[in-house]
């Protein structure tokens, strides 16, 4: 392809040595190939280089103003637009910067999202919440020998049904081994036998 037939290209800076050395890749929009390779990135030789395409139209890059003065001495009447990558890293960046600063950081709950219960039981409900598995269930199970039923107590302690028929038909030793998490395994797996 001659200098002539080429009209449409993309403009971009990489990086031959991060943070030392950059240069500029030319390609043409239409056949995604790539023209040239200039070892440098300065004003001076991108527009040299564009010069030497008399007949180019349209200019896609970055928001590089090195770009964009090569791009305006070369062909002041060619449009530049901004290559895809930038185009929608923008747009995500503006509509991030829009959603930060019109929604708030924060949303409140209204102190009746549990229904008409009075406010010592609300309390004990939201601590309950925070209790370990392990701790639930010791607490499930006094709640069990002074009469409350399953369901009760799954949704007083935020216990799923199924987890909680599990283990209460498990022994004590099969609970204890059920709350114990990797890094304990891990932990009793390097300890020599003899401790236990």
């Known amino acids: 392809m001659n200098n002539k037939e080429i009209v449409r290209i993309c403009i971009d800076d990489f990086a031959f040595k991060k943070r030392q050395s950059y240069g500029t890749i ?4 239409d056949n995604h190939r790539i023209i040239d390779i200039l070892d440098s990135r300065e004003l001076e030789n991108v527009t040299d280089w564009l ?3 008399p007949n180019i139209q349209v200019v896609s890059r970055d928001g590089s103003l090195t770009y ?3 791009i305006t001495q070369a062909h002041p009447e060619a449009v ?4 895809r990558f930038h185009l ?3 747009l995500t960046d503006y509509c ?6 019109y929604l708030h950081t924060r949303i409140s709950i209204e102190a009746d999202f549990v229904g008409n ?5 609300k309390s004990l409900q939201l601590q309950n919440r925070l209790l370990t598995l392990e701790a639930k269930m010791e607490k499930a199970k006094e709640l069990l020998q002074v009469g409350f039923n399953k369901h009760q107590i799954c949704k007083q302690l935020n216990i799923d049904f199924y987890v909680f028929n599990k283990l209460i038909r498990m022994d ?3 609970q204890k081994a059920y709350f114990k998490n990797s890094g304990q395994i891990k932990h009793e797996e390097k300890l020599p036998e003899n401790l236990y």
């Open 26 to 29: 030319m390609i043409n929009i």
């Open 51 to 53: 010069k030497k395409y």
């Open 68 to 70: 964009n003065n090569a």
């Open 80 to 83: 530049q637009v901004s290559d």
């Open 88 to 90: 929608l890293k923008n």
């Open 96 to 101: 991030k910067d829009f959603l930060m600063k």
């Open 117 to 121: 219960m009075d406010l010592e039981e």
């Open 172 to 174: 004590k030793d099969e």
